[in-house]
């Protein structure tokens, strides 16, 4: 019978290990290396991106935002309605498992961690160690299985970016075909994406499938003539086997149940695409639903593709006034940097919100232990 449950104290106990010994690194350099990587990355795609918006651009861009006014409050609304749909897919997937776990509960916990995903250069790892973290303490939901659900969430959101640039790349060949795709490489790059997205989501699927994977991967690790990884895998073999329990249960399901999990991811997709075209059209910027897609979808693409800089900064700003630019927008460049400044100032909201939200649930979880201790 599957659990039911509005508490912690109602599901699964949790299930873990003692805490893995951290290995001492033996290359001290490479951390420092990295992050300077990254840093180089994300200072020359803002770098190009200040190359190509000049001082006039933003004090035009800056006259549209003003004339808009109070109306750009509502752009903050299609994030929330994303959340709330990436958080009734996972809720789906963990009702597969055996948890029911609170809706709101799971809305709650991606608004905090929203603000690691957008701030955080790797912002989207991050936020995936945040949330196995966090829906193990606060609904005792095994890590193990946890982990196993945020790999199916993973692979359900990739899957259906796939279909998401699919679509784009059909509206951008037809227009190709009737001549107005100025750029005959634009639909290359949008096949392109939905065919990578479509191979990474269809492999991580295929891998999760394979019910005995971890297990097996434990064992290829155990053989390894390392005596601290040796230890660190046998004290954590029952954790592997509980991981293919999961996906195999998921697997287990109905099919009609297991794609009505991935229902709310696609449709997330879809109202991400709603707020550009929003943004685009309080703006006045004459643009239809499919262009909109289309910049949203390649956008997506690119955040994805440099993962490591936080919030696609500067990579995903410059590509949005460039397709404007493509679709033969007047002023591409003004009306481009204002959509960019409106939705950046949307990321600040949701961050800041994130965080307040993370620190104050996390204060009133301390005053209640404090009472009952």
Not at 317 to 336: E, K, Y
């Amino acid at each position: 019978m599957r659990a039911a449950t509005e508490a912690a104290s109602e599901t699964k106990p949790l299930v873990t290990n003692a805490a893995p010994e951290r290995p001492a690194r033996s290359d001290r350099g490479a951390l420092p290396i990295a992050r300077l990587a990254r840093l180089a990355v994300t200072a020359v795609a803002v770098l190009a991106l200040f190359r190509l918006v000049r001082p006039d651009d933003v004090r035009r861009a800056t006259v549209l935002i003003r004339a808009v006014g109070w109306p750009l409050g509502l752009v903050l609304l299609p994030t929330l309605v994303a959340l709330g749909l990436d958080a009734a897919g996972w809720r789906a997937i963990l009702r597969e498992l055996g948890y029911l776990v609170p809706w709101r509960r799971l809305l709650e916990l991606r608004l905090s961690v929203e603000a690691l995903v957008l701030a955080v250069p790797g912002g989207s790892l991050a936020g995936e160690a945040a949330k196995l973290a966090l829906l193990s303490r606060r609904w005792s939901v095994p890590a193990t299985t946890a982990g196993a659900t945020l790999a199916l969430t993973k692979a359900h959101l990739i899957s259906t970016d796939a279909l998401y640039l699919g679509a784009a790349a059909i509206w951008l060949a037809l227009d190709a075909a009737a001549g107005r795709n100025a750029v005959s490489w634009l639909p290359a790059v949008a096949f392109g994406g939905a065919a990578l997205t479509a191979v990474v989501g269809g492999g991580l699927f295929l891998v999760l499938r394979r019910a005995a994977l971890a297990s097996r991967i434990a064992d290829l690790l155990g053989r390894l003539p390392v005596t601290r990884l040796r230890g660190w895998i046998a004290a954590r073999r029952g954790g592997f086997a509980d991981i293919d329990e999961a996906a195999r249960t998921f697997f287990a399901a109905p099919r009609a149940r297991r794609l009505l999990c991935a229902v709310p991811f696609m449709m997330e997709w879809l109202v991400e695409g709603a707020e550009t075209l929003l943004i685009l059209r309080l703006l006045d910027v004459p643009i239809g639903l499919a262009e909109a897609l289309v910049i949203d979808a390649l956008g997506s693409l690119l955040r994805v593709l440099v993962f490591f800089v936080p919030a696609g900064l500067g990579v995903q700003d410059a590509a949005t006034i460039l397709l404007l630019r493509h679709f033969g927008v007047p002023d591409p460049i003004a009306l481009g940097t204002a959509a960019v400044v409106v939705k950046r100032t949307k990321e600040v909201f949701w961050i800041v919100a994130g965080a307040s939200l993370f620190v104050g649930t996390r204060d009133s979880r301390s005053r209640s232990n404090d009472r009952r201790t």
